[in-house]
């Protein structure tokens, strides 16, 4: 059974908008700390938004104000609604743990935002 499995890429338009899945099999998913993470062609990956078990939220800056993380700890799911996108959002977005990602990585979803 793979662990992360997300869901929801697709190609949009610049301003457009997507809504990411995740769905998890993690042990001790309703405490832990999730993340959505994106690696664009030829740069590390990196991370973008963050959720506590208890809901806190922290975003990175070239994110903040046009993304959303949320999760549903009855579903042991996490989701990423992305508002406003722009070409440099253009990346594939997986989902693990934070700080450690300490699930191995899953296929992760492709977005692609065209200008």
């Known amino acids: 059974q793979v662990p992360l499995v997300e869901s929801g890429g697709g190609l949009v338009q610049a301003g457009g908008s997507l809504r990411l899945s995740c769905a998890t099999t993690i042990s001790m998913f309703s405490v832990s700390t999730m993340g959505w993470y994106r690696q664009a062609p030829g740069k590390e990956r990196e991370m973008v938004a963050r959720i506590n078990g208890g809901g806190d939220t922290i975003y990175e800056h070239f994110v903040k104000g046009r993304f959303t993380i949320s999760r549903d700890n009855a579903k042991n799911s996490v989701f990423l609604q992305m508002n406003s996108l722009k070409p440099e959002d253009t990346a594939v977005y997986y989902c693990?743990?934070?700080?450690?990602?300490?699930?191995?990585w899953g296929q992760g979803t492709q977005v692609t935002v065209s200008s």
């Open positions: 693990n743990t934070y700080p450690v990602p300490r699930t191995p």
